[in-house]
Each structure stands twice: as C-alpha cells, then as structure tokens.
Nanobody, 111 residues
C-alpha cells in the first residue's frame, strides 16, 4: 500500500492550496479516505473524510473553507483548502483510516 501526498507549501493568509494523495495497492474506490493534520506541539487531528459513496465530514474549524473530494479512476483523494489561516499550518497526512498513512506534506500559512 502506498499513499503519496503532494501539494503542500508556503502560502499567505487568505490563500489557497490543493493537496493530492495518490493511492495504490488496495481497492481505493470501496474505502473511506481522510486527511489528518498535526501542528507543532499538538496532537494529530482529523480534518476531513470522504466515504466510498462520496459523503463527507469536516472538523468544525475548516467547514466552509476546505473541500475533500475523490477521483476513483485516478485513485486520488484531494483536499482543496481556501481562505487559509496561520492556524492551518501543519503537516497534512493522507490516510486510509485505521490502516494506512501517507508520508505527510507540510502546509505553512504566513500571516
């Protein structure tokens, strides 16, 4: 199993980034996928998840700003992040919940 995350970087407050996670080694389309993040000195938290049927849920702090989506042909899950805030700064991880983790991609939002 591989989960290859990309798309992180440095962005100013109010800016946007799109994270991508390319999955392989398992039947992507039948699995719930998720994005987590871990900020310095804090515990890892669930940011967003999407089921095989396309249902989504978000942590309250990103509702209305972030959108999770998936492409079952490309075996890829995305996280569109708009109106970014400095408190969104973290390493973002792609996950097949309870089973697999990607390597993480750093998002830094400057004020």
């Amino acid at each position: 199993v591989q989960l290859q995350a990309s798309g992180g970087g440095l962005v100013q407050s109010g800016g946007s980034l799109r994270l991508s996670c390319a999955a392989s080694g398992f039947m992507f389309r039948v699995n719930t996928m998720a994005w987590y993040r871990q900020a310095p000195g804090k515990q890892r938290e669930l940011v967003a998840a999407i089921t095989s049927g396309g249902s989504t849920n978000y942590v309250d702090s990103v509702k209305g700003r972030f959108t999770i989506s998936r492409d079952n042909v490309k075996n890829t899950v995305y996280l569109q992040m708009n109106s970014l805030k400095p408190e969104d700064t973290a390493v973002y991880y792609c996950s097949r919940p309870t089973r697999d983790w990607g390597q993480g991609t750093l998002v830094t939002v400057s004020s």
